[in-house]
């Protein structure tokens, strides 16, 4: 049949993009239109010749795949950025009703863990203010590269860059959702457990919650670029 010569050629294309479903079905589909549009525009009509001119004018079917697959590397590699702002954005929003929670309840606090607390505290403030420093930069740093033509080196120099960035945040963010854990255990040291400490637990839950969201958006981000140098190196 005459159809599958740009049949074999879109199973190349998805087969080389093959790591990322969504991405190769997308593809497939975009380089077929432009193929057929291609083969009906051609003076000789449906043939194996006019099928052959408008792949070979296309060009081959990694070097495209390579294309589709650093630019969508550069897209998630920005969405995660943003990802991770809203992220460290929601801890903020959880710590802050957790606080306003312990202000609205009449707790007494003992002054050996009030001392204790002081120091967890410390740790806490700087944590989450490095986290949100370390999330912004990333996010303007990805958010302000050219796309790239091809993984080159200089790409990868770039990402690397930003994944120790984010890698920086999320270890930020990590310490810094870990003391509010510890604050609040010692807030409740002592204390029988009771329906209005599960508002503190949900804040916490929270927290736990957004970075388990940013590492998962990083090491995706990873297997992405391992995946899409793989392609580029085979």
């Known amino acids: 049949m005459i159809q599958d010569f740009i049949q074999d050629y879109l199973e190349r294309l998805a087969h080389e993009l093959d790591f990322d479903r969504s991405l190769s079905r997308c ?11 291609a083969v009906a525009a051609d ?12 792949i070979a004018n296309f060009g081959d079917a990694r070097a495209i795949a390579a294309e589709f697959a650093v630019l969508s590397l550069t897209r998630h590699s920005r969405r995660a950025a943003l990802i991770a702002v809203l992220v460290i954005a929601g801890v903020f929003i959880a710590m802050k009703a957790r606080v ?3 202000a609205a309840m009449p707790w007494a ?51 690397r860059r930003f994944f120790l960035i984010c890698r920086a945040a999320a270890v930020a963010l990590i310490v810094s959702v870990a003391s509010d854990a510890v604050l609040t255990a010692l807030r409740f040291s002592g204390m029988e457990f009771s329906a209005t400490s599960l508002v503190s637990i949900l804040s916490i839950a929270i927290e736990i919650a957004c970075v388990g969201i940013l590492v998962f958006q990083i090491r ?14 085979s």
Do not use: C, K
């Open 109 to 159: 606090v003992g002054d050996d863990i009030r001392a204790v607390s002081a120091e967890v505290m410390l740790i806490d403030r700087y944590a989450f203010l490095s986290s949100v420093i370390i999330g912004l930069v990333g996010w303007i740093y990805i958010q302000t590269r050219n796309i790239p033509a091809a993984f080159d080196p200089a790409y990868r120099s770039q990402l």
């Open 100 to 102: 306003a929670w312990y």
């Open 43 to 54: 003076p000789a009509g449906n043939t194996f010749e006019s099928q052959s001119r408008a």
């Open 220 to 233: 995706r981000i990873a297997l992405r670029a391992t995946s899409t140098a793989a392609l580029m190196q």
């Open 27 to 37: 593809v497939r589909q975009e380089v077929e239109d432009h193929l057929w549009e």
